[in-house]
């Protein structure tokens, strides 16, 4: 009988949905990138011992004598330790899984996704990997020339959906727009059209809309926390790629069951928990889903949409589990490591070391593993030339769903 599969995870980098002001917008409170990480085990005894005990040896090799491991901690004095561990579960095959954010260029990825849904051009007849470029130069383009007002609006409107927040945010939108390209106001054009004919029709007949226009044009709330609505959540996003590349993962090696343990996460245990429960439920249909939201599922070979096995999340005390410690320095580690990337656009040895290990998981280990990286293509690019000394074609990033899927749907009314 196959074993169950277990998961531990970490995040770093958490401040909450990106509600955004002029104070915030440039550092975003000092946690510009959100990571999600960890691994995957085998429910077996002796798979558990080996990795206790190697980790408890690269500990006293190093010179580690305090009792819970912190990446934050750890780095970047214990660095080599950090990359003897990323070796180790190399070198063994564990799947690690990684979802590193930028959050600003998260934010900008969803406004390039509701101008695609809205304004048609993913409805256009050509194939889904032209959707995907275009998807990516689109997102790469408005990340280097949005202004910050219409960052902060559309921030603003998507804590806020009410029709003087969209309309501010749309507004911002199109003055930006100006100075664009035809490609890429076109479609800005398309949308901001068709948000003041539909709201024509509302104000006529207010009976036509099951909704109001305006929230057409913001991301789905995740489920409410209290009274509070929470909204551009990287956790929620990370959490459903990371719970759908998992899928891929077990549903390849025939595991009868998924348990994934994440570290305490009080604030956002309940929306967590609804999104992996909508995610595994049959009746839940997550491809057709994912087809309203304009996703080009088929493309994204470290995905699996369909969950047929149990799922179930437990939420534990990484003081307690060495497991979930390894997670933190997981998550912790590639956050510490790609800030201080960005500072210059430079590796250190070690860095460089961890970023190779990391980039050539999917060819080791499985296509689903490693670190799915929404960034801006040109960051990539340079992690790529200096990780490597070669560049990859930066169509070779691949986002998952941008909508959580405990979001509403995304069918546009006429």
């Known amino acids: 009988m196959k074993k169950r599969f277990y998961v531990f995870l970490d995040e770093s980098g958490n401040t909450g949905d990106l509600i955004l002001n002029k104070e915030n917008i440039r550092h975003f409170n000092n946690q510009p990138y959100f990571v999600l990480g960890g691994f995957g085990i085998e429910n077996d005894e002796s798979s558990f011992e080996e990795l206790t005990s190697a980790i408890t040896r690269l500990k006293k090799d190093n010179h580690i004598y ?3 491991l912190k990446g934050a901690r750890l780095w970047p004095k214990k660095i080599k330790f950090i990359y003897e561990l990323f070796k180790y579960l190399y070198e063994n ?48 383009y408005l990340y280097l020339n949005l202004s910050p007002e219409t960052i902060i609006w559309f921030s603003k409107a998507s804590r806020e959906p009410s029709q003087e927040n969209v309309e501010t945010f749309l507004a911002f939108l199109r003055r930006d727009s100006e100075k664009f390209p035809l490609k890429f106001k076109e479609p800005i054009d398309r949308m901001i059209d068709r948000y003041y004919y539909q709201l024509t029709n509302h104000l006529i007949s207010p009976t036509q809309y099951s909704t109001p226009p305006w929230e057409y044009y913001v991301p789905p709330a995740d489920p409410k926390s209290g009274s509070k609505r929470v909204s551009l959540l990287p956790h929620t996003t990370a959490a459903t790629n990371v719970f759908m590349r998992v899928n891929r993962y077990s549903n ?13 996460q009080e604030q956002w245990k309940e929306i967590l928990q609804n999104e992996l429960h909508i995610l595994s439920d049959p009746s839940s249909n997550v491809s057709k889903k994912l087809r309203e939201r304009g996703i080009p599922y088929p493309l994204n070979l470290r995905l699996d949409y369909n969950f047929d096995r149990h799922y179930r999340i437990f939420f534990g005390d990484s003081e307690k589990t060495i497991f979930l410690q390894l997670a933190d320095v997981i998550s912790s580690s590639i956050n510490k490591l790609w800030e201080k990337f960005k500072r210059n656009y430079r590796l250190r040895p070690y860095s460089k070391k961890i970023i190779d290990i990391i980039l050539n998981f999917p060819a080791k280990v499985h296509t689903s593993t490693g670190t799915n990286f929404v960034i801006a293509k040109f960051e990539f690019e340079k992690l790529m030339e200096n990780a490597t000394g070669r560049s990859l074609p930066w169509e070779y990033i691949e986002y998952g769903p941008l909508f959580p899927m405990s979001g509403r749907g995304s069918t546009y009314e006429n």
């Open 66 to 68: 305090f009792k819970e």
């Open 93 to 140: 095959d564990f799947p690690v899984f990684v979802e590193l954010m930028d959050k600003k260029f998260f934010i900008i990825a969803n406004i390039a996704n509701i101008v695609g849904l809205t304004s048609g051009v993913l409805d256009h007849p050509k194939a889904l990997f032209d959707k995907r470029i275009f998807f990516n130069r689109f997102a790469d």
């Open 252 to 264: 390849d090696r025939g595991y009868e069951g998924v348990v994934i343990i994440h570290d305490q």
